[in-house]
Every structure is written in C-alpha cells, then in structure tokens.
C-alpha cells in the first residue's frame, strides 16, 4: 500500500478488532470520529467513512447469521424434545421458554381451546407475574388471541390498550394490565396443511413486551416455526394418549375376557362336579359340601320353615325367621340369589314350591360367577330335595297304611304290626307320641301335603284318619304339649289356615299307640269346644278336663250320673232341658240372654229350669253341683253322643 494510504490503516486494524468483538455501532462510529480529529486529508476520512460502513454492514449481517443460527438451534433442539416426546407439559414450556429467549420478549404463553367450557385458557406461560393473568381464560373471538384463533393468521400490536382490531374485554383487558403488558404477538398452532385457510387451529403462541415494541417479519416467522412444534406437539400428545387410552381398554377387555372365560370353565366345572354327584346318588349335604368348597365359604340348607337341615363348614347361629323369610320370598320373587346382612341367600324352588333356602354365609362380595354358581347349587338342591320328596310320599303311603292299620285294628295282629314298623324304620315298640291335626275339610289335603313336609327327614310318619291328619313321632322327651304347640304353628305357616293339633303319649306299642291316639282325638276335640282353634296342647294343658279326657277316665259314666235325668227326660218327651241349661249356664245365669239363645219366652225358660230343679233335685244351681253339670255338659259335646244330639233344635 502507498505511503500517504499508511495513516488510515491503524483505524481499519480497529475496525477489524471491532467486528472481531461484535461491539456496538457506536464504537465504529467513534472511530470515525477519532480519525477526523486526527488530521487525516478528506481522502482518507471518505475512505475511512466507506471501510466503517462496510464494517456496519458486515456486522449486521454476522448477527443475522448468528440469530439464525440460534433460531435453527433452537428449532432442532425443540425438534429433539419432540422426537423424545414423554411429558406434554415440559415439551410445551420449552417451546414458550425459548420463544421468550429468541425473541427477546419481556413474557410469552401459549392458550388452548377448552371445548367443554367453550372458550380458551392458559396452557403455559414464561415469565409472567400476575396470577390474575396466568388464570386468565378468552372466550372466542374475544381479544388478540381471539382474532388469532378466528382467523388462524399472525397478529401484533405494539400497543395493545389503544388497538381497536378486536374485541377488547374487562377480563382480558385487566389481565393484560396487570401484567403490564403493551407490545403482543400471536401466531396459530395450526394443524393439516398449515395455513390458515385450511389448517385446524388448537391454540395460540404468544411473545409480548412489557413496552413499545414492533414485531419484525422475521420474529413472526420464528414464533410461527415455533408455534408449529407445539401443534405438533399436542397433536403427538393427544395422539399417544389416545393410543395409550386405546391399549388401556384393549388391556382392560382382555382381561376381561379372561376372567370371563375362566368363570365360564369354573361354571363348567362346577356344572359337571354338581351333575356328577346327582348322576352317582350323593345326598342334599354332599351336594352343599361340594358347593361349600366350590365357593370357598361356609352353606347352610334350612327347610322351608327356615329350620337349618345342613350345615357345611359353619355352626348356625340364631336367625330371624322373620329377616330369613323376608329373603327368601325376595329371592323366590327375582329368581336370583339375594344378599342380606353380609350373607346370600337362594330360595330352592320345584316350581313355584318352596322347598328350603340355602344361605352362603361370609362372602358379601360374591361375583357374578360364584353367584350364579350358588344359584345353580341350589337349583341341584331343588332336584334332590324334589326327588326325596317323591320318595318320601311313596314311602309315607305305605307307612300311611301300617298306621290306619294300628289305630283301626291295633289287637289283630300286634307283632305282625311291629315287624310291617320295622321294615319301615319305625319302632312301635319304642315311645312314640301321637298327634292328630285339624285344619277343617277345605284345607285337608294342604294339611296332608304340609304334615308330609314337616316331617320329612325326622323318621316320623303321618297319615290322614277318622277326618283328621294322624302324626306318629318318636319320643325325644318334650312334653305333648309343647311338640302341639310347635307342630300347629309351623303346619299353620305351611298352608296358611290356622291348624289345631293335640298330642298323646308317649305311649309303646299297637294297643297303646292306639289308646293314645282315641286321647289325642278327644283333646283335639275339646280344643275346638273350648273355641282354641289353632291351638296345640296335650291333656294336661287342659286341667281338670284334661285328666278326665285322659286315658283311663270313664267320662260317659261321668256324663250320664250327672246328666242322666234330664237325658232320659229330653229322649222320652223330646224337650229340651239339657240345652236350656247348658244356655243358662252359658249366659251366667241370665234368664234374659238364655231365653234369646233359645228363641223362646222368658217364662218358658223359668219353666224349664223348674223342670231341671224337680228333676235333679234343689241343690243343682249350688257352686259345686254347678261345676260338675257344667263340667259334664261340656264332656257331652265332646263325646258327641246322648239324647241331645237327638234332640230337635230350634
């Protein structure tokens, strides 16, 4: 280079280090300075005017590359998170946090859309301070994003506050100002071809400045880059959410139908276990043993009465007839097993015919599987209690028979009458009481079907005789009385009438079976007399005329001393004396109510009790004498015989 070019290259050296430095365009122009105060010729300070813009240039354009080498970075970088997806929320707050840092902006956020509320809300912010604006939620149309999201196209302002492009908000508005906000830029997150014309837009990336700013082209064109990777982003999120909800339910079928599929092999299993038992002649207590064990959990078998048969595995306790019933009834109404108190229970069911109920106990949380395996259980306790019912009947004719036999001819054939009994697994010759049951003509045959089920499973035999129902049951050692009482109330919940029964007994043998048998008739009959209709009791419940009903008691001598005058009387003249006074004494002596009893004048009843009094003497009406024809009236309507009943009534 010449001489005179030799003052000017000091200044250009610095330039250079300038450059190297990236220093401020003052520092280049103060060189410029510099040189004019440093006695330069016009020539050299023109030629050092052009190597300093050159230098700006050249400077301006080393940034832009260095920019564009930070935006490409943070592209790619932003690229990776994607490529690594695994947390939604950590790609999206780097793409605003780096849409903060490229821009330069004081704040950026991203909003979506929520569908369910119908407006937007914020996803993601950086560098916000007001809690006011990070709640901030933007119905549609409303505000910048609101342009934004309609059009699906960048929009800026550099004032916010006074821009009237969109519609302003108080909500909005105050967010904005107590953020501080002043400069906005926001660009769609666009979905399909990436315009605006035929893209989906899912939200809105926002940079924004807390002062006066203008938004150069190339900024947009960043935050749209940007904006683009996080349509991605969410689009890729949603994808694999649905994928993962996809498999999930894929996940959540297949194990069903395994389970499924392994009930139904249970079910099949159970099936054949339960068939096979039947097949093979098992009893009511191994087909609940096998389902016990099926199940895992302790089976009760009651009868219909809800008195336990069969207890597997567990030792009942007391039970509430009336709860037990209730859900028996419930689950004969639904055809299902039902819970109650922790515990399933099944009505056994031929058809409409109850025949027990079998309760699982332990095992509230039974599926649908074990369920319907306690239901088929008891379906196959149905059958077998069905098809021992059948045997039952059968052999309880044949045993019906050998007890007409006994009570009708009981001295024939006295051991031929124990052996036909042993045959039949009854001992004659062991205490046996005897009990006969009414429950009036209509209901008969429901209280021979209903005494049948009572005892079925006891070794005990009953059979219809002389108009009543006849039970031969062996001797446990309870009085007569209390197994009466027992018998009626249950007969009577059987078939729904009242039932009147009475007891004998305990008595051994044909001659003595039989005897007993005519004592229970007796008190059977006084029962009704006595207006104790579906009562039970034995003689001894009756007091004084219990032991006259009782074996060994002439009461027809006891009726005909008593009575006997005033019987002949009516027999031979055909009057009614024994009526009238059984009327008198009815009606505590009262003339009045007697004489309307009998449908007769007042005088004639005085008349008539004159003819009593002549007949068996003055002392008739005393307390003792009274007692005793009061006492033998009532053995004559038992008895059922006399001049009475001969008699014409009114």
Same mark, same amino acid.
């Given at each position: 280079?010449?001489?005179?070019?030799?003052?000017?290259?000091?200044?250009?050296?610095?330039?250079?280090?300038?450059?190297?430095?990236?220093?401020?365009?003052?520092?280049?122009?103060?060189?410029?300075?510099?040189?004019?105060?440093?006695?330069?010729?016009?020539?050299?300070?023109? %030629?050092?005017?052009?190597?300093?813009?050159?230098?700006?240039?050249?400077?301006?354009?080393?940034?832009?590359?260095r920019?564009r080498?930070?935006?490409?970075?943070?592209?790619f %970088?932003?690229?990776?998170?994607?490529?690594?997806?695994?947390?939604?929320? *950590?790609?999206?707050?780097?793409?605003?946090?780096?849409?903060?840092?490229?821009?330069?902006?004081?704040?950026?956020?991203?909003?979506?859309?929520?569908?369910? *509320?119908?407006?937007?809300?914020?996803?993601?912010?950086?560098?916000?301070?007001?809690?006011? &604006?990070?709640?901030?939620?933007?119905s &549609?149309?409303?505000?910048?994003?609101?342009?934004?999201?309609q059009?699906?196209?960048?929009?800026?302002?550099?004032?916010?506050?006074? =821009?009237?492009?969109?519609?302003?908000?108080?909500?909005?508005?105050?967010?904005?100002?107590?953020?501080?906000?002043?400069?906005i830029?926001?660009?769609?997150?666009?979905?399909?071809?990436?315009?605006?014309?035929?893209?989906?837009?899912?939200?809105?990336l926002?940079?924004?400045?807390?002062?006066?700013?203008?938004?150069?082209?190339?900024?947009?064109?960043?935050?749209?880059?940007?904006?683009?990777?996080?349509?991605?982003?969410?689009?890729?999120?949603?994808?694999l959410?649905?994928?993962?909800?996809?498999?999930?339910?894929?996940?959540?079928?297949?194990?069903?139908?395994?389970?499924?599929? *392994?009930?139904?092999?249970?079910?099949?299993?159970a099936?054949?276990?339960?068939?096979?038992?039947?097949?093979?002649?098992?009893?009511?207590?191994?087909?609940?043993?096998?389902?016990?064990?099926?199940?895992?959990?302790?089976?009760?078998?009651?009868?219909?009465?809800?008195?336990?048969?069969?207890?597997?595995?567990?030792?009942?306790?007391?039970?509430?007839?009336?709860?037990?019933?209730?859900?028996?009834?419930?689950?004969?109404?639904?055809?299902?097993?039902?819970?109650?108190?922790?515990?399933?229970?099944?009505?056994?069911?031929?058809?409409?015919?109850?025949?027990?109920?079998?309760?699982?106990?332990?095992?509230?949380?039974?599926?649908?599987?074990?369920?319907?395996?306690?239901?088929?259980?008891?379906?196959?306790?149905?059958?077998?209690?069905?098809?021992r019912?059948?045997?039952?009947?059968?052999e309880?004719?044949?045993?019906?028979?050998?007890?007409?036999?006994?009570?009708? %001819?009981?001295?024939?054939?006295?051991?031929?009458?124990?052996?036909?009994?042993r045959r039949?697994?009854?001992?004659? =010759?062991?205490?046996?009481?005897?009990?006969?049951? =009414?429950?009036?003509?209509?209901?008969?045959?429901?209280?021979t079907?209903?005494?049948?089920?009572?005892? &079925?499973?006891?070794?005990?035999?009953?059979?219809?005789?002389?108009?009543?129902?006849?039970?031969?049951?062996?001797?446990?050692?309870?009085?007569?009385?209390?197994?009466?009482?027992q018998?009626?109330?249950?007969?009577?919940?059987?078939?729904?009438?009242?039932?009147?029964?009475?007891?004998?007994?305990?008595?051994?043998?044909?001659?003595?079976?039989?005897?007993?048998?005519?004592?229970?008739?007796?008190c059977?009959?006084?029962?009704?007399?006595?207006?104790?209709?579906?009562?039970?009791?034995?003689?001894?419940?009756?007091?004084?005329?219990?032991?006259?009903?009782?074996?060994?008691?002439?009461?027809d001598?006891?009726?005909?001393?008593?009575?006997?005058?005033?019987?002949?009387?009516?027999?031979?003249?055909?009057?009614?004396?024994?009526?009238?006074?059984?009327?008198? &004494?009815?009606?505590?002596?009262?003339?009045?109510?007697?004489?309307?009893?009998?449908?007769?004048?007042?005088?004639?009843?005085?008349?008539?009790?004159?003819?009593?009094?002549?007949?068996?003497?003055?002392?008739?009406?005393?307390?003792?004498?009274?007692l005793?024809?009061?006492?033998?009236?009532?053995?004559?309507?038992?008895?059922?015989?006399?001049?009475?009943?001969?008699?014409?009534?009114?």
């Amino acid at each position: 280079m010449p001489d005179e070019t030799e003052p000017v290259a000091p200044y250009l050296h610095r330039l250079l280090n300038l450059l190297a430095q990236d220093a401020s365009a003052d520092a280049f122009k103060a060189v410029a300075d510099e040189a004019r105060g440093g006695g330069l010729r016009p020539r050299e300070l023109a %030629e050092l005017d052009e190597a300093t813009t050159t230098a700006l240039r050249v400077r301006t354009v080393l940034r832009q590359h260095r920019r564009r080498e930070m935006e490409l970075t943070a592209l790619f %970088e932003t690229a990776g998170d994607l490529a690594a997806l695994r947390d939604l929320d *950590a790609v999206l707050h780097s793409i605003v946090r780096r849409a903060r840092l490229l821009l330069g902006t004081d704040t950026a956020y991203l909003t979506l859309p929520d569908e369910d *509320a119908g407006d937007t809300y914020m996803r993601v912010t950086d560098g916000s301070v007001s809690p006011l &604006f990070q709640q901030l939620r933007l119905s &549609f149309g409303d505000g910048l994003g609101g342009l934004v999201a309609q059009t699906g196209r960048p929009y800026a302002t550099s004032d916010y506050r006074s =821009d009237q492009r969109f519609h302003h908000t108080t909500g909005i508005d105050n967010g904005v100002l107590d953020e501080g906000l002043t400069a906005i830029l926001g660009v769609p997150l666009l979905l399909g071809s990436g315009t605006g014309e035929h893209g989906k837009v899912i939200g809105v990336l926002f940079a924004a400045d807390r002062g006066t700013r203008t938004f150069a082209p190339d900024a947009v064109a960043l935050l749209c880059s940007l904006a683009a990777h996080a349509a991605i982003a969410i689009d890729t999120a949603r994808a694999l959410s649905d994928t993962r909800a996809a498999l999930d339910e894929l996940a959540r079928a297949n194990t069903l139908i395994q389970e499924h599929s *392994a009930a139904i092999q249970r079910a099949e299993q159970a099936h054949d276990r339960l068939t096979d038992l039947v097949l093979l002649g098992a009893d009511v207590p191994q087909v609940a043993a096998a389902a016990a064990e099926l199940l895992h959990a302790p089976i009760t078998l009651n009868d219909p009465l809800g008195r336990p048969l069969t207890a597997v595995h567990h030792r009942p306790g007391p039970v509430d007839p009336a709860t037990l019933a209730r859900a028996v009834e419930d689950s004969r109404a639904r055809g299902r097993a039902v819970l109650r108190d922790g515990s399933w229970i099944c009505a056994v069911l031929a058809g409409q015919e109850l025949l027990g109920s079998l309760v699982l106990h332990g095992r509230p949380g039974l599926d649908d599987a074990d369920r319907r395996l306690f239901e088929r259980a008891a379906v196959v306790t149905a059958l077998l209690l069905l098809l021992r019912h059948s045997v039952a009947e059968t052999e309880n004719r044949i045993r019906g028979e050998l007890l007409t036999d006994l009570l009708t %001819e009981p001295g024939r054939d006295p051991s031929g009458l124990n052996e036909r009994g042993r045959r039949l697994g009854i001992a004659l =010759d062991r205490p046996q009481l005897v009990l006969a049951a =009414d429950a009036g003509p209509a209901a008969r045959e429901a209280l021979t079907r209903a005494c049948t089920q009572y005892l &079925f499973g006891t070794g005990s035999i009953s059979a219809e005789h002389a108009g009543t129902v006849v039970l031969l049951q062996p001797d446990d050692g309870s009085a007569p009385g209390m197994t009466a009482r027992q018998a009626a109330d249950q007969l009577s919940q059987l078939i729904g009438v009242p039932v009147t029964v009475a007891a004998a007994g305990p008595a051994a043998g044909p001659a003595a079976l039989a005897r007993a048998h005519a004592e229970a008739a007796r008190c059977l009959r006084a029962l009704h007399i006595l207006g104790r209709t579906g009562d039970g009791a034995g003689a001894h419940d009756l007091g004084f005329l219990g032991v006259l009903l009782g074996e060994g008691h002439d009461v027809d001598a006891f009726v005909d001393s008593t009575l006997g005058p005033l019987l002949e009387y009516d027999a031979r003249r055909g009057t009614m004396l024994v009526r009238t006074l059984r009327a008198y &004494f009815d009606r505590a002596g009262s003339l009045t109510q007697a004489k309307e009893e009998l449908h007769v004048h007042v005088n004639t009843v005085v008349q008539r009790l004159d003819r009593i009094q002549t007949l068996l003497g003055p002392d008739w009406n005393h307390p003792q004498r009274a007692l005793e024809l009061q006492l033998a009236l009532r053995l004559l309507l038992i008895r059922g015989t006399g001049a009475e009943q001969r008699s014409p009534e009114p």
